[in-house]
């Protein structure tokens, strides 16, 4: 009898565990499915280049394939963003009043000017005086536009923790920098934002405003890791560090050899400060106030294009940062987030300070940034900012191989641009309005076909029947090209002011054969020839 009872048992048991089995594997072949069918809607692959350094740093705590509920933004999304081919990226901070080269990382120590820890105290305090009279959103944005930008993106708080717009969260911990024995964890209560300032005027939202009257697209910066706020310890480099750093921070490329912790050391040097782990409410609260000002920055100033989303938190708190991206594609759907700290729940990616060797293995949008002098911040030293041919030849090389590209510059404490940025971006903005057909609204063409040789790159319409030729010099005489076959008696054109019609021949062996006698490059204002463009209907 005993024995019956116990086979019986043993049967149910087993039935359970199989049944338990079946419904945990038919719930993973639903989230399998709902992924498939959201990658089949879409034509991007979603997928970050393997070689992206901020995906392999974060490749080992965030999953490749994101969770069912989270959706992207639109494929309509994505090609407007492929649209655009050129925009600015402005940093403006704090770190402009003491022109530090590298924007709020100088907060850290270790740079020219070295902030140790009197220094960092006085940073902190600068905004208590700090107007920047001289700030006009109308008039950067004017210039922008003449410059030949579809876009800006902006600050709103970096590394450092000052918010540029009128956010409502509040700050409960910070560090006392001169505290008796040493920097030490104290209470405060503020927004340490621009609203705290004398000048008291929400800068983001008088950006925002301007760039819709001049038809410019938006695109918002934020920072992940947060300096100022204690709570954010010891996330993204950090000037508190603790004792479970190494455990907590794991940012680190599998062909890295240090880990996050060992470059947040050599950052820092003599300046590392290890105070207590954070509690759970100090946690929470970091991750409250993270969410929160996401949330106001989607809510308080109108439709944003895209989110630059910066450095990372970390593996102890993805599952709630995940959650903070559900919650935000709610209130803007179609917002292009940056990959930065999120892995393949970005929207598009960002090369930093290099263009790629040739076209990325990858569909997922991407945008060069380059800063026009030596940071990306302001320089007060004319000889550091880059000439315009630089800006162009940047631009026409990202552009062929499929991506976008965004230059950099910073206003000073006062908001005004360096003079030698101006005359640079302006004068690429003539090449622009003679050439624009040629980088606007473009796509790279297929495999390997977006140069030929050093001199010679190539863009073309959307509809495939205009192949654009640009090239960085001049070609003398002739230009040949062997990969284009143009239309019979097709109108093949030198781009500018007035497009010249040019003598040309299909010779076989040869190619593409168009004459490029001096009298026609003279035709073209010598501020203009940064780079010439050679227009094939094919």
């Known amino acids: 009898m005993k024995r019956r009872r116990f086979i019986e048992q043993m049967s149910l048991t087993i039935a359970a565990v199989t049944f338990s089995r079946d419904i945990s594997a038919s719930n993973s072949q639903k989230k399998n499915l709902q992924t498939s069918k959201r990658l089949k809607t879409s034509k991007f692959s979603h997928r970050l280049p393997k070689s992206d350094q901020n995906y392999k740093r974060s490749k080992n705590y965030i999953e490749d394939i994101p969770i069912p509920e989270y959706t992207w933004a639109s494929d309509e999304a994505y090609e407007n963003f492929n649209d655009l081919k050129y925009g600015i990226r402005i940093h403006w901070g704090i770190y402009s009043i003491w022109n530090l080269n590298g924007e709020s990382w100088s907060f850290l120590g270790n740079r020219v000017p070295d902030i140790n820890f009197a220094k960092k105290a006085e940073y902190n305090n600068l905004y208590k005086t700090w107007n920047p009279v001289g700030f006009n959103a109308d008039e950067w944005m004017a210039f922008f536009k003449d410059a030949g930008m579809k876009m800006f993106a902006f600050t709103t708080k970096h590394h450092e923790g000052f918010s540029m717009f009128d956010t409502k969260t509040t700050i409960k911990k910070r560090v006392n920098w001169i505290a008796p024995g040493g920097p030490e964890i104290e209470d405060c209560n503020l927004a340490y934002s621009i609203m705290e300032t004398p000048f008291k005027r929400d800068i983001v939202k008088e950006l925002c405003d301007s760039a819709r009257k001049h038809d410019l697209k938006i695109d918002l910066y934020f920072s992940h890791s947060d300096f100022y706020d204690a709570d954010f310890r010891p996330y993204g480099y950090h000037p508190l560090q603790i004792p479970s750093s190494e455990e907590w921070c794991k940012a680190k490329a599998d062909d890295e050899p240090e880990t996050e912790f060992t470059r947040t050391k050599a950052r820092q040097k003599a300046y590392l400060t290890i105070v207590p782990d954070p509690t759970p409410e100090e946690e929470a609260r970091m991750i409250a106030r993270h969410r929160d000002q996401l949330k106001e920055l989607l809510t308080n100033y109108g439709t944003i294009d895209m989110l630059c989303l910066d450095i990372w938190l970390g593996p102890r708190v993805w599952p709630q940062v995940r959650q903070t991206l559900l919650e935000l594609r709610k209130i803007q759907p179609n917002v292009m987030f940056r990959a930065r700290g999120i892995g393949n729940y970005g929207d598009y990616y960002t090369p930093e300070r290099f263009i790629p060797g040739g076209k990325e293995n990858s ?7 380059d800063p026009l002098a030596s940071s990306f911040s302001y320089d007060a030293k004319p000889q550091n900012y880059k000439s315009a041919k630089w800006v162009v030849n940047s631009l026409v090389d990202a552009v062929s191989k499929g991506g976008n590209f965004m ?132």
């Open 363 to 369: 569909d997922t949008p991407w945008f060069v940034i």
């Open 407 to 538: 230059v950099g510059i910073g206003p000073d404490e006062k908001g005004k641009f360096s003079p030698a940025a101006i005359a640079q971006l302006i004068q690429a903005g003539k090449w622009l309005k003679n050439n624009g057909s040629a980088i606007y609204a473009t796509r790279a063409r297929e495999g390997e076909l977006w140069k030929e040789g050093d001199n010679i790159r190539f863009t073309r319409s959307k509809d495939n029947t205009i192949i654009h030729a640009i090239c960085f010099e001049w070609p003398q005489n002739e230009l040949v090209i062997t990969s284009v076959e143009p239309k019979t008696d097709a109108f093949i054109y030198l781009q500018a002011k007035v497009p010249q019609k040019l003598s040309w021949e299909y010779q076989r062996g040869r190619g593409l054969v168009i004459k490029t006698p001096d009298n026609l490059k003279d035709s073209i204002p010598a501020e203009e020839q940064l780079a010439f463009t050679f227009s094939i209907p094919v």
